[in-house]
């Protein structure tokens, strides 16, 4: 394929694992985050902080914004972003979490996209736990 026939559009993929070693901090933290956003409609932020309170993932979802990640990143603009965390059991020793896979480990990993909605987002049923999932679309 030539460069004229190539897409514009780029799929970043990024996965990581938090250990939350200071609950109240994160919340805390979400808290004040849904009382700063000028955005939030005032019926959600009840809802929201009352969500934040109850798990840490939430919390988290709350605090993590994908254009923080690449809006400094010459030459590209964010076209749609999708995120979401969960309570995960985790043991670092196990092969399960080595993150050194490279593209093909990760398509027999993921069934090759069998599991995957027509966004490329995994299917909710795959999920672990509960947890919060924030969407964004910057245009």
Do not use: C, K, N
């Given at each position: 394929m030539t460069t004229a026939e190539t897409s514009r559009f780029v799929r970043l993929r990024v996965e990581l694992v938090l250990e939350v070693i200071g609950p109240a901090d994160l919340?805390?933290?979400?808290?004040?985050?849904?009382?700063?956003?000028?955005?939030?409609?005032?019926?959600?932020?009840?809802?929201?902080?009352?969500?934040?309170?109850?798990?840490?993932?939430?919390?988290?979802?709350?605090?993590?914004?994908?254009?923080?990640?690449?809006?400094?990143?010459?030459?590209?603009?964010?076209?749609?972003?999708?995120?979401?965390?969960?309570?995960?059991?985790?043991d670092p020793t196990s092969a399960e979490w080595d993150l050194g896979l490279d593209d093909e480990d990760m398509d027999e990993d993921m069934g090759d996209g069998e599991d995957m909605d027509e966004d490329g987002s995994a299917d909710e049923n795959d999920q672990v736990g509960g947890g919060g999932e924030q969407n964004a679309r910057r245009m």
């Open positions: 919340t805390g933290a979400a808290l004040g985050h849904i009382d700063s956003d000028e955005f939030m409609p005032e019926d959600e932020r009840g809802h929201a902080r009352a969500a934040v309170q109850e798990d840490d993932a939430e919390a988290l979802a709350y605090l993590v914004d994908p254009f923080d990640l690449v809006g400094g990143v010459p030459g590209v603009e964010l076209a749609q972003a999708s995120w979401s965390s969960e309570q995960i059991e985790y």
